[in-house]
């Protein structure tokens, strides 16, 4: 299963943000949002839940439908206010009913040969497989908290003074 969690403020793109969802913005020929769904399903998840804010759910609803057209099933969550990526877990608990599950955010876009394959590979996972990318500036991201053997303990949203520039 795949969750997208897409119910952010989009802070970062006011004023273009103000009246339309980041997700819904157009990245080259088609919405954002359709990246993140393209990516989950190369790596063959069939079944989404997308999590949004209760102010553009039916913009979503109208952009996306039920999945049908793309040979998927979507349903909708709303978040009533962003609080990390965590929280996405938590709001599609229902949906999960126990699954494993991929999340991925509304406003990431991946690319690279053999990238479905690599999702495909981690879909029985025994833990967490989370994907990290080094950026210049952790301090705008969620950054991983590592114990001494390098697993996850915890993510901050947008720490101050991040421990190193691996970020979600």
Same mark, same amino acid.
């Given at each position: 299963?795949?969750?997208?969690?897409?119910?952010?403020?989009?802070?970062?793109?006011?004023?273009?943000?103000?009246?339309?969802?980041?997700?819904?913005?157009?990245?080259?020929?088609?919405?954002? +949002?359709?990246?993140? /769904?393209?990516?989950?399903?190369?790596?063959? +998840?069939?079944?989404?839940?997308?999590?949004?804010?209760?102010?553009?759910?039916?913009?979503?609803?109208?952009?996306?439908?039920?999945?049908?057209?793309?040979?998927?099933?979507?349903?909708?969550?709303?978040?009533?206010?962003?609080?990390?990526?965590?929280?996405?877990?938590?709001?599609?608990?229902?949906?999960?009913?126990?699954?494993?599950?991929?999340? +991925?955010?509304?406003? &990431? /876009?991946?690319?690279?040969?053999?990238?479905?394959?690599? /999702?495909?590979?981690?879909?029985?996972?025994?833990?967490?497989?989370?994907?990290?990318?080094?950026?210049?500036?952790?301090? &705008?991201?969620?950054?991983? +908290?590592?114990?001494? &053997?390098?697993?996850?303990?915890?993510?901050?949203?947008?720490?101050?003074?991040?421990?190193? &520039? /691996?970020?979600?």
């Amino acid at each position: 299963k795949g969750i997208v969690l897409a119910g952010g403020t989009g802070s970062r793109l006011f004023p273009a943000t103000l009246g339309l969802s980041k997700q819904l913005l157009h990245v080259y020929d088609k919405p954002m +949002i359709y990246y993140p /769904l393209a990516t989950l399903m190369s790596a063959g +998840i069939r079944d989404f839940c997308v999590i949004v804010n209760k102010i553009e759910v039916e913009m979503f609803k109208k952009l996306l439908g039920d999945g049908s057209q793309w040979g998927i099933k979507i349903e909708f969550q709303i978040q009533e206010s962003p609080e990390g990526i965590p929280q996405a877990f938590i709001i599609a608990e229902a949906f999960l009913d126990g699954d494993n599950a991929a999340l +991925i955010l509304g406003d &990431n /876009l991946f690319i690279g040969h053999g990238l479905g394959r690599s /999702l495909s590979e981690v879909t029985t996972p025994n833990g967490a497989h989370i994907f990290l990318y080094e950026v210049e500036h952790p301090e &705008n991201y969620g950054v991983p +908290i590592f114990d001494n &053997n390098k697993r996850i303990l915890m993510l901050t949203e947008k720490p101050e003074k991040p421990e190193h &520039n /691996l970020a979600i």
